[in-house]
């Protein structure tokens, strides 16, 4: 069975950083996409990073420049560097990852993990 495990976040005052990371744990044969979704109370789910199996990235406006998505596909691990924190940042932010259960399927699978609280805040 394919798990995400989420790991990270907390308490951290602006200008601060934190770093996410996100383990996929199970049998499978590739994991096609990475990355953080975050949603803030009274909004909707957005996507923060993402980073694919050729490492290309995706970024929302609102965090270039300041947070940073990797892969280490050995490690079949994600990590979400965030640096020059706002109170804006503050969110619960769920791991994601699009994984290819087998080789004779095209297809992946969207896996979530658990939510980390991210607050920012003096």
């Known amino acids: 069975q394919v798990q995400l495990v989420g790991s990270g976040g907390g308490l951290v005052q602006p200008g601060g950083s934190l770093r996410l990371s996100c383990a996929a744990s199970g049998s499978f044969f590739s994991i096609n996409v990475m990355g953080w979704y975050r949603q803030a109370p009274g909004k909707q789910r957005e996507l923060v990073a993402s980073?694919?199996?050729?490492?290309?990235?995706h970024y929302a406006d609102s965090v270039k420049g300041r947070f940073t998505v990797s892969r280490d596909n050995a490690k079949k691990m994600g990590t979400l560097q965030m640096n020059s924190l706002k109170p804006e940042d503050t969110a619960v932010y769920y791991c994601?990852?699009?994984?290819?259960?087998?080789?004779?399927?095209?297809?992946?699978?969207?896996?979530w993990g658990q939510g980390t609280q991210v607050t920012v805040s003096s």
């Open positions: 980073i694919n199996s050729d490492d290309s990235t």
């Open positions: 994601y990852a699009k994984i290819r259960k087998h080789a004779y399927r095209s297809w992946a699978d969207d896996y």
